[in-house]
């Protein structure tokens, strides 16, 4: 069990060195040795008893009443879930911070922020300048949310409920960082980037969905258990990561159940079918989004903001199809935590 | 190729009753029926493809098509169908809910498995278009007042259906079945329980206590426990948690001593629930204290420790309310302590556990001050204002709310002096809610403030003064400094200066 303790020595090495580069060596030192372990030792700490919290670790923001926060109970359901399936010592319970100056984020390394829950992104000289700062001395943010393609933007609660694929992040989040860091841009993690693999590697066992979505989920939607995220270096170090919406996979019930049902959209097409959606009428708006290539695809929404069809870059036009059943908002379910448990792991390990 | 993505929670049918919409638009209708006569194509492709574009068009000419669309021999139109058809919940009438809901018989797998994760919304969805609850369209409400129930063959299609070889269908009825009122023979469920698939037998579990006894749920389960696994057992112990027949406690006497640490200790502490002089009284309270306990297994300890004997209940609660590894097995050893003592810790205790690093337990902390306010002492509150952590300040400034008016006044000037804009603000204005003595003076002392949401704050105050004094203050204090930042702030709030005073 040594071994399966050092991320938590890493950890313990990286409060010590937050803020602190010239010590910081040693918490990448201890993080390799605790990657390694954790690569090779998930069967083993799947079958340890939680090891107790070491204390807060995660701070999350939110602007307002924390009680009305989106997915308020996800957070803590997958804190809970990276101690009980690595050797990772997460508390449970956030922190919550109201203020991006609020000088109690500096005692926390790594900070989550749900896109919707500030209602305003234009921060004010001091919270510029205490963003700048915490991300400067080695801390980390998390911005659930951060990724809406543009059919979710008119309403930050679109964005909780649809985790669209886009490969932009949403332009106030970009405007802000750009201003706070004029050098550095938000990039697209590359589908081998490390943190895909953290502590799961690949998709969860596909077996239970239907022929239709287990085909496009492995060839389309989640290749090798990744999808869509934009990371932002500061000091070549990757300091901020935004996402798609993560947090409606996370969150169980007293019970160990899944508090939300999640469905799959799926895209889909049959002969002739194309010809037909290239004439169809359609009620909502039509928004450009951004693909992984760098092309274009066109979202027809019938009606808003529920994509309906899409125009692709080669010219095929192809349906949209929502899926919807236990096994797959369970999958669902299963996809997001382990992402979401490959990033903490990434992070707190001190990658 | 691009990945594509998910949407989050279902909007439940009873908070969205949109009736279907009949398209108006005249390219709509085109579309509409060209893909109907697509539909009628003897390519199966073209059929597909035409019951995946009616799906985005659910208007009563669409769901007549797809419900026929249903029947069809190809299995994947019969799919595409399925899927177009439950997308357009809850807007379908009842003979396409029965056809949806009879597809639980299909020849196809998927078929089945797929609409086994609907059934309870679609007879929901069923019984209140019976009823004429939710339409809004009269054609839809057809028979107010008539049966209830499931027609019988649709019924016994879905009794059969938990016979099916799919074990994801089994599970999927097993979850809806409470809300299907159908006739389910309890030796079924007794089967069910018993099934080798793991997640069917949970599923069953869960349900049996309303179709067996507990007592007889927990017999069949103890039949062959030695070949489920933990979660299994966890979902056991789960489920018959608030029952006490004894073969019910003679299940968890068993379960606790199981090998596996998590079904053990989850096992002992339903005991522990039951009688807490038990025997592993000692060994949970070492995990407890040591925060091995999950925040469940830990809440029901706590829960329990007031029938300790003696002190030993109120002491262990206070311990862990001052100092815990969880912060949630904290904040409720905390409540749980407050609970046992008829009178407030005294202030030290309180002011140490307001120190502690989890902003959980010192909001705690202040929930339960507030529910004992005739009892808070002043000297506690005013330190309260002196935290290094802003949400005991804020606390103080809730507390400030419950106490008369001279010590409420105290505490809001001490938090005058706060370093955070916004909590100084929340105090002047609290202090001028209730026309605190001297509020007025301390509004014109915060125009000089250089910080803008404060000095806008209280000429916000003084102009809104339902008396008027404030207002007369205000225009005397502009009139006196008319280049200062208040004087263009009231410019531009009213768009127009103060008319001089006569």
């Given at each position: 069990m040594l071994l399966a303790q050092s991320p938590s020595v890493a950890h313990a090495l990286r409060l010590i060195s937050f803020g602190r580069p010239e010590i910081a060596w040693l918490s990448r030192l201890a993080a390799a040795i605790g990657l390694l372990t954790l690569f090779t030792g998930e069967a083993v700490a799947r079958q340890t008893t939680p090891m107790p919290p070491?204390?807060?670790q995660i701070a999350q923001y939110v602007d307002g009443d924390r009680f009305q926060?989106?997915?308020?109970?996800a957070l803590p359901s997958l804190l809970e879930e990276v101690t009980r399936v690595t050797s990772l010592r997460a508390d449970p319970s956030p922190e919550f911070i109201?203020?991006?100056?609020?000088?109690?984020?500096?005692?926390?390394p790594v900070l989550y922020v749900?896109?919707?829950?500030?209602?305003?992104?234009?921060?004010d000289a001091s919270e510029k300048q205490a963003l700048r700062d915490y991300l400067e001395r080695g801390g980390f943010i998390?911005?659930?949310?951060?990724i809406n393609a543009a059919f979710l933007r008119?309403?930050?609660?679109?964005g909780q409920t649809h985790n669209f694929p886009d490969w932009q992040v949403t332009p106030v989040v970009e405007e802000l960082f750009a201003e706070l860091f004029p050098a550095e841009s938000f990039e697209p993690l590359e589908r081998s980037h490390p943190l895909f693999s953290a502590f799961y590697r690949g998709l969860?066992?596909?077996?239970?969905?239907p022929e239709t979505v287990r085909e496009f989920v492995q060839n389309?939607?989640?290749?090798?258990?990744t999808l869509s995220m934009l990371g932002l270096k500061v000091d070549g170090r990757l300091a901020v990561l935004a996402t798609p919406?993560?947090?409606?996979g996370w969150e169980k019930n007293?019970?160990?159940?899944?508090t939300n049902q999640i469905a799959f959209r799926v895209r889909e097409s049959s002969e002739g079918l194309s010809e037909r959606l290239s004439q169809a009428a359609y009620d909502g708006e039509r928004f450009e989004i951004r693909r992984e290539d760098g092309r274009t695809d066109i979202v027809y929404c019938q009606p808003s903001?529920?994509?309906?069809?899409v125009q692709e870059p080669d010219g095929e036009w192809r349906v949209f199809r929502y899926y919807q059943n236990r096994e797959i908002s369970d999958y669902a379910h299963q996809f997001f935590t382990r992402v979401g448990v490959n990033i903490f792991t990434y992070v707190l390990s001190g990658y | 190729m691009l990945a594509a993505a998910l949407i989050g929670p279902a909007v439940t049918f009873a908070q969205r009753p949109v009736p279907i919409q009949l398209p108006e638009d005249p390219e709509a209708v085109r579309t509409v029926v060209r893909a109907l006569e697509d539909l009628e194509a003897d390519d199966e492709e073209v059929r597909t493809g035409a019951a995946m574009l009616l799906g985005k068009y659910p208007g009563p000419e669409a769901v007549k098509g797809l419900t026929e669309a249903l029947?069809?021999?190809?299995v994947r139109v019969r799919r595409a169908a399925q899927v177009s058809l439950l997308a357009m919940l809850p807007g379908l009438p009842e003979g396409s809910l029965l056809a949806l809901i009879r597809t639980?018989?299909?020849?196809d797998v998927e078929m089945r498995r797929n609409v086994s994760g609907h059934l309870g919304l679609l007879t929901q969805i069923w019984r209140s278009r019976r009823s004429g609850y939710?339409?809004?369209?009269?054609?839809?409400?057809?028979?107010?007042?008539?049966?209830?129930?499931?027609p019988g063959p649709v019924a016994e299609a879905i009794a059969e259906a938990l016979?099916?070889?799919?074990p994801a269908t089994r599970r999927n009825i097993l979850t809806q079945l409470p809300s299907l009122a159908i006739r389910v023979e309890p030796e079924q469920i007794a089967a069910l329980i018993r099934d080798p698939a793991e997640a069917v037998s949970r599923e069953a579990i869960r349900v049996g206590v309303r179709y067996l006894t507990s007592g007889g749920v927990a017999q069949i389960a103890a039949e062959n426990l030695a070949t489920r696994s933990p979660e299994w057992k966890l979902t056991l112990i789960d489920s018959l948690r608030r029952y006490n027949q004894p073969e019910v406690v003679r299940l968890f006497e068993s379960l606790a001593q199981s090998e596996d640490p998590q079904v053990a200790e989850a096992a002992q502490v339903q005991l522990f629930d039951r009688?807490?002089?038990?025997?592993m009284v000692g060994e949970l309270i070492r995990a407890l204290r040591a925060g091995e306990l999950g925040t469940g297994a830990s809440v029901t300890v706590i829960q329990a420790?007031?029938?300790?004997?003696?002190?030993e209940g109120r002491e262990l609660a206070r311990d862990l309310a001052r100092n815990s590894p969880r912060a949630s097995v904290q904040a409720a050893a905390l409540g749980e302590w407050f609970q046992m003592e008829a009178e407030l810790p005294d202030t030290s205790t309180l002011l140490e556990i307001f120190e502690d690093s989890h902003s959980t337990v010192r909001e705690e902390l202040v929930r339960l001050l507030r529910d004992r306010s005739g009892q808070l002492p002043l000297d506690l509150v005013r330190e309260m204002t002196?935290?290094?952590?802003r949400n005991v300040r804020e606390g103080a400034l809730a507390l400030a709310r419950e106490l008369p008016p001279a010590a409420a006044r105290q505490v809001l000037l001490d938090l005058?002096?706060?370093?955070?804009s916004r909590l100084r603000l929340d105090a002047l204005q609290e202090l001028a809610r209730r026309r605190l003595p001297g509020w007025h003076g301390l509004l014109l002392a915060s125009?000089?403030?250089?910080r803008p949401e404060i000095y806008q704050g209280a000429a916000n105050l003084l102009l809104f003064d339902r008396e008027g004094e404030g207002l007369r203050l205000l225009r005397e204090w502009v009139s006196e400094h008319p280049e200062s930042d208040v004087a263009a702030y009231i410019e531009r709030r009213l768009g127009r200066t103060f008319a001089p005073t006569n």
């Open positions: 070491a204390g807060p926060r989106q997915y308020a109970g109201e203020r991006f100056d609020d000088p109690a984020l500096f005692r926390y749900n896109f919707a829950d500030r209602g305003d992104w234009e921060l998390f911005l659930d949310a951060g008119d309403d930050p609660r679109y969860p066992d596909t077996s239970s969905l389309e939607k989640w290749p090798q258990g919406i993560l947090a409606m007293e019970y160990g159940q899944w903001p529920m994509p309906a069809w | 029947a069809d021999p190809s639980i018989g299909d020849s939710l339409s809004r369209d009269p054609s839809l409400s057809a028979i107010p007042g008539g049966a209830l129930t499931l016979g099916s070889d799919d009688d807490p002089s038990g025997p420790l007031n029938r300790l004997p003696g002190d002196f935290s290094r952590h005058m002096l706060d370093d955070d125009l000089r403030d250089p």
